[in-house]
């Protein structure tokens, strides 16, 4: 056998890791069809694509979660067979994902310490945790719980976890789905160094500014096939965006008649007690959403949006009827079943297990929330060809692509699934809408429809909450924006006044004042530290 | 090579009917070794316990007899399990059933008490299986109790409950001192169906039983909400269904069909009340409620299946000297590859090669 490290004379563009012609066959599905991708040390290469367009297969294959159907890896040019994921981190491929894997009630140590092999002690791996985590500018206390972490410090766990690897190859997930702007900042900063020192980075991610500006390659996925490989910073976003897409993506307009005067939906110092010990205790909330009108907000996830949607929908019931008040009726006491006849609607953040159930037809979720309110059910009795109905209704309306008419929901694509809740929800034309990260994980095509419905709504009369991370989202669509923090809700501002900037300081917890004059530097390291 | 279990798209409904199939199949097998360790033949042995009860009317009607009850009370434990609700204390239910039921009857016996003491005694067995099956229910819902200890334990608090009032204040002054009420009167008995054999009413009971629960389970907002309620909480509480409220439901309805199993079957086939009136259907019927895809059909098929291997199991222990424990070994055997089986619903098996480990080289 060759030794490998021996065959390591690289020439100055020796590909350091190479997929050739890799496929994943699952049944009569072709997640990956024979493709071919080169990486090199020195270079973040963006992997772009869709949802589904088989990103997640072709990275899980380099890390050894899966095994290839046809076609094989290369590392340094030798053929690499991996069983499994310690395997990789062996060969130094280390991935983060974009869930993060960590134990809530352990510390910052304990959970690195697990994802390790365990050949040092821990006293040792602590001060070398502490190490790596100051020398690339990602503080990190070794001895602080994980719950008492924000989102960007949890994600900073696991890029320091992988970096303690030393890896030759790091692969990211859409590591800023979860970060305020100042954070993505700071994150690049870390990969621009990584970078430096001759490293190979794998960014995943479909955010195309970023890609822009960080990245040395992207290629591009769409339907598991390579599209191309190119030079994202000789591309527009809107050129990567087709080929990401195979087509032109409509731009989404808001139609005319908006913002009644009348309030629909109206939030009155809604102070609560989380569920969860973890949670987040929503202080002193109040808002109100006027009919036609989309209110955006913003925030990093984990600062009390779920704890507001579950007060808004009444899967909790909240501390006094008259903290949420829908069309006039205070709602704060009731049920989701009776806020549902009030004519309010709830679209949640998660799609499988909250939003839809999993492993049940797509005509039984849409009973889940239709019969609250409408025809489905007589007497007890369960009209089944009402609900196929909506099913067909959905599926016409928003374009909800499935390979048979009543399929489970699980075996939906994010992107279709989250069109026919949305779907669902908005054919009942219902008076407040409220919606948490409407378009999380959904490829452009569909987000652009979801997006379109929303506005469309509001045109009709209806008033609109958009909870989400997403600021280009919020941008697109609301007519104000309020940003939470710490279980607070900032005031609403207009979505003209809404800088990035603005709504960035905000989301790290600056008073509205201080981010009225947060141009200065000084703020935004105070909240870097 | 490698065994992996790989997630499925969509549940597998060719899988759903073959594995308890599946599971029979190599129950059978492990019983056949182990009836050759016993030292006697296998294929004998399987013979007088599966298809020796299959030729004679009198067995095939004791065979009704034993799945009438196992039936009932498993298809209320399916709607309990349906809903992610482990009513583990069918049997506690049925012998409170059947105490409540007796109560009547031994109060009644021997007085002119008319036709109404029969159907009111079947109200008040489903009524005290009911009340029976809420304690476990409250617990869980009112102070997080785990239902499948508590309904468990209280297993035993009716057997001595039971135990205590035919040794005491229920036991026939003329039974020479046997731990037995008096036997039922007439009015009190449910009749027989045949003017020969122990099969009764109490079989189109279960009948009307499995059709109900097929109604409900398939079309109406309370099937609905039970299998969303276990298939996906969080949905079920996005939907608006209560799962405290869906616990003390499905608590109450298995514990009133326990219950009236228990009751009928005193005041059928056995005609007092004494201890030892179950041979485990309480325990019997989880295996049922499985091995029945938690389908009220499926659990009429399965019921008669698992009443066959009581028959055939007393058959064995008098033609070949088997011991009748073994009967509930079979019944465990079969649980067991049942719940394994099941996985095969949502996943499938494959090979895969893997790397070969010679050709790390030196790293």
Redesign the interface.
């Known amino acids: 056998?060759?030794?490998?490290?021996s065959a390591s004379s690289p020439s100055a563009r020796a590909p350091l890791l190479q997929t050739i012609g890799i496929s994943k066959r699952?049944?009569s599905f072709l997640a990956n069809d024979s493709v071919d991708l080169d990486l090199y040390t020195g270079e973040i290469h963006a992997l772009l694509g869709e949802n589904g367009a088989g990103k997640s297969t072709l990275v899980k294959t380099m890390y050894g979660l899966i095994?290839p159907s046809a076609g094989e890896l290369r590392f340094l040019g030798e053929k690499l067979?991996?069983?499994g994921p310690s395997?990789a981190r062996?060969?130094g491929i280390a991935m983060v994902f974009q869930h993060f894997s960590l134990f809530d009630n352990l510390t910052v140590a304990e959970n690195v310490a697990l994802g390790l092999d365990g050949s040092e002690s821990f006293a040792a791996m602590s001060a070398r945790l502490a190490q790596v985590s100051r020398d690339y500018g990602l503080p990190l206390d070794p001895n602080r719980e994980v719950w008492r972490l924000s989102v960007g410090e949890r994600q900073r766990i696991e890029i320091v976890r992988a970096l303690m690897q030393n890896p030759k190859l790091l692969i990211l997930d859409e590591p800023t789905a979860v970060l305020t702007p100042q954070e993505a900042d700071q994150l690049f900063t870390v990969l621009f160094r990584l970078k430096s020192e001759g490293r190979a980075l794998l960014y995943i991610s479909h955010k195309l500014d970023e890609v822009k500006r960080l990245c040395d390659t992207a290629t591009i996925l769409r339907g598991g096939k390579k599209i191309s490989t190119c030079d994202p910073r000789q591309e527009t976003a809107a050129s990567l965006a087709r080929m990401m897409v195979g087509a032109e993506i409509g731009e989404v307009k808001a139609t005319s008649a908006r913002a009644s005067t009348v309030p629909r939906l109206l939030i009155n110092d809604l102070s609560f007690e989380p569920d969860d010990p973890h949670g987040v205790y929503l202080k002193g909330i109040s808002v109100e959403v006027k009919g036609g009108e989309i209110l955006g907000i913003a925030g990093v996830a984990g600062n009390g949006q779920d704890e507001l949607f579950s007060a808004l929908?009444?899967?909790r019931i909240a501390p006094h009827e008259d903290n949420v008040i829908i069309d006039g009726h205070a709602a704060g006491h009731l049920?989701?079943?009776d806020r549902?006849k009030l004519g309010a609607a709830?679209v949640?953040e998660?799609r499988l297990?909250?939003?839809?159930?999993?492993?049940?037809k797509l005509s039984?979720n849409a009973?889940?929330?239709g019969?609250?309110a409408s025809d489905m059910?007589h007497h007890?009795?369960?009209d089944?060809p009402k609900t196929l109905e909506t099913v067909d209704k959905t599926t016409k309306t928003f374009d909800v692509r499935k390979a048979k008419r009543d399929?489970?929901a699980?075996?939906l694509s994010g992107g279709n699934l989250q069109k026919f809740i949305v779907g669902r929800e908005i054919l009942r034309e219902p008076g407040v809408l409220i919606v948490s990260q409407p378009t999380w994980g959904v490829d452009a095509g569909a987000a652009a429809v979801i997006r379109q419905a929303l506005l469309d709504l509001s045109g009709r009369g209806s008033a609109v909450l958009v909870i989400s991370q997403d600021l280009d989202e919020l941008a697109e669509i609301a007519d104000r924006m309020a940003v939470m923090f710490h279980g607070h809700l900032s005031e609403p501002i207009a979505a003209a006044d809404a800088t990035r900037e603005k709504l960035g300081l905000l989301m790290g917890g600056a008073s509205p004042a201080q981010a009225e004059a947060g141009r200065d530097r000084e703020a935004v390291h105070a909240i870097g530290a | 090579m490698q065994l992996v279990l790989e997630k499925r798209a969509e549940r597998s409904t060719k899988i759903a009917i073959a594995s308890p199939l599946i599971a029979i199949a190599l129950t059978l097998v492990t019983m056949s070794i182990l009836f050759a360790i016993l030292g006697k033949n296998p294929i004998a042995a399987l013979i007088v316990y599966f298809v020796e009860p299959l030729t004679d009317s009198f067995t095939l009607m004791e065979i009704a007899v034993k799945a009438t009850p196992l039936v009932m009370i498993a298809v209320g434990l399916s709607l309990c399990y349906l809903a992610n609700v482990w009513n583990i204390g069918a049997e506690g239910q049925f012998i409170m059933g059947a105490v409540c039921g007796s109560y009547l009857a031994v109060v009644t016996n021997g007085t002119d008490a008319g036709p109404w003491v029969l159907p009111a005694m079947l109200l008040m067995g489903a009524a005290g299986g009911a009340l029976w099956a809420l304690i476990p229910a409250l617990c869980k819902v009112k102070f997080g109790a785990n239902e499948i200890l508590t309904s468990l334990m209280l297993v035993y608090v009716a057997d001595l409950i039971m135990d205590y009032l035919v040794r005491g204040p229920w036991r026939d002054p003329k039974g020479m001192n046997f731990p037995t009420t008096a036997s039922f009167d007439p009015v009190a008995t449910v009749p027989t169906l045949f003017e020969t054999g122990r099969i009764h009413w109490g079989a189109v009971v279960a009948l009307i039983v499995v059709a109900l629960a097929t109604v409900m389970l398939g079309r109406t907002i309370k099937g609905f909400e039970i299998r969303v309620v276990g298939a996906a909480p969080r949905a079920a509480r996005f939907a608006g269904f209560s799962s405290n409220r869906l616990v003390l439901f499905t608590f109450a309805i298995s514990g009133a069909l326990a219950g009236l199993a228990g009751i009928i079957e005193v005041a059928g086939p056995v005609g007092v009340l004494q201890p030892g009136i179950s041979p485990g259907y309480g325990f019997t019927a989880i295996i049922v409620a499985f091995l029945g895809r938690l389908n009220p059909v499926g659990i009429l098929i399965a019921g008669l299946f698992l009443a066959l291997t009581f028959i055939g199991g007393e058959g064995a222990q008098i033609s070949m000297k088997i011991p009748l424990d073994l009967t509930k070994v079979f019944q465990g055997i079969l649980l067991f590859y049942v719940l394994a089986c099941d996985s095969l619903i949502l996943y499938r098996i494959r090979l895969i090669a893997t790397a070969k480990k010679a050709s790390h080289g030196v790293a």
Do not use: C, I, W
């Open positions: 056998m060759v030794n490998p490290a699952y049944g095994q067979e991996l069983s395997d062996a060969r929908s009444g899967e049920s989701v079943t549902r709830f949640p998660e297990g909250h939003g839809t159930a999993p492993r049940m039984e009973l889940l929330t019969h609250a059910v007890g009795f369960v089944k399929p489970e699980a075996s």
